[in-house]
């Protein structure tokens, strides 16, 4: 992901229901990428009692819990949460191609905008920059769930 993202257009989001899912693994990680979600969920006027927050064990298991809520057919948007980091092994880049087409599909068959918010690094000092640093993704993953939100009740009408 490239570190210069659009900038974001001001969405009120206080019509919106949104689902969370985020995993377990890489917890402090992922619990601080979560709470800048939900800063800028709030940021945007998300009422908090519109946020549905669902945890699960790792990434693998953040697809099915995301169709789960897509399939409630309550949310306006899901976004995906989940750090992935980097070892002796590729595994991190399998998980999380596996992950982004499995997201990707939920997206498409269910007609609820799913944002992939499972960062994927090579080194936890990357992920942390992301999800702790100067790199604040969440308020990114947040802003571009209100944007398609907005876009998805806007086809709607």
């Given at each position: 992901?490239?570190?210069?993202?659009?900038?974001?257009?001001?969405?009120?989001?206080?019509?919106?229901?949104?689902?969370?899912?985020?995993?377990?693994f890489?917890?402090?990680?992922?619990?601080?990428?979560?709470?800048?979600?939900?800063?800028?969920?709030?940021?945007?006027?998300?009422?908090?009692?519109?946020?549905?927050?669902?945890?699960?064990p790792?990434?693998?298991?953040?697809?099915?819990?995301?169709?789960?809520l897509?399939?409630?057919?309550?949310?306006?948007?899901?976004?995906?949460?989940?750090?992935?980091?980097?070892?002796?092994?590729?595994?991190?880049?399998?998980?999380?191609?596996?992950?982004?087409?499995?997201?990707?599909?939920?997206?498409?068959?269910?007609?609820?905008?799913?944002?992939?918010?499972?960062?994927?690094?090579?080194?936890?000092?990357?992920?942390?920059?992301?999800?702790?640093?100067?790199?604040?993704?969440?308020?990114?993953?947040?802003?571009?769930?209100?944007a398609?939100?907005?876009?998805?009740?806007?086809?709607?009408?």
């Open positions: 992901m490239s570190l210069h993202a659009p900038r974001a257009r001001a969405v009120d989001g206080a019509a919106f229901a949104v689902g969370i899912v985020a995993a377990r890489n917890e402090d990680l992922v619990d601080a990428l979560l709470a800048r979600v939900q800063s800028g969920l709030g940021a945007s006027a998300v009422k908090a009692g519109r946020v549905t927050v669902v945890r699960v790792g990434s693998h298991e953040v697809p099915w819990a995301v169709q789960a897509a399939r409630r057919g309550r949310r306006d948007v899901v976004i995906a949460l989940g750090v992935l980091i980097g070892g002796d092994t590729n595994h991190h880049e399998m998980v999380g191609q596996s992950v982004s087409h499995a997201l990707q599909g939920i997206a498409v068959q269910t007609g609820v905008p799913v944002i992939n918010g499972v960062i994927v690094t090579d080194t936890r000092a990357q992920a942390a920059a992301r999800c702790l640093g100067r790199i604040n993704r969440g308020a990114e993953f947040a802003a571009a769930a209100l398609m939100a907005a876009l998805k009740r806007g086809l709607r009408a």
